[in-house]
């Protein structure tokens, strides 16, 4: 069975961090492209980064741009969000996708709340 899990998820005051990892089992996402979403109640999911399967590249969303850090660890079959400076506003489930030839898998998600 393919599965993604995501982990890293919790509490935390404003300006502090916190560090996401999305780990794969069951199949290796390397030349996959990686995504994280995020998503509050009520809201459509939204895109926060992403690492193109093909180049490389990596694209942030303008809330994210300067504050996160998107990765991929090929040798561990894991991505991970470094998320700094971290604001209410980012208070959502996050959640890891993987896509490659429209074959895509979520993860369950994880909460993060940043709350004083």
């Known amino acids: 069975e393919k599965l993604l899990v995501e982990s890293g998820g919790g509490l935390v005051q404003p300006g502090g961090s916190l560090t996401l990892a999305c780990t794969a089992s069951?199949?290796?996402?390397?030349?996959?492209?990686i995504g994280w979403f995020r998503q509050v109640p009520g809201k459509e999911r939204e895109g926060v980064s992403c690492?193109?399967?093909?180049?490389?590249?990596?694209y942030y969303d303008d809330s994210a741009s300067g504050r996160f850090t998107i990765s991929r660890d090929k040798d561990k079959n894991m991505a991970g969000l470094q998320m700094n400076s971290l604001k209410p506003e980012d208070t959502a489930v996050y959640y890891c996708?993987?896509?490659?030839?429209?074959?895509?898998?979520w993860g369950q998600g994880t909460q993060v709340t940043v709350s004083s």
């Open positions: 690492i193109s399967g093909c180049d490389g590249s990596i």
């Open positions: 069951g199949f290796t996402f390397d030349d996959y492209a």
């Open positions: 996708n993987v896509i490659k030839y429209g074959i895509t898998y």
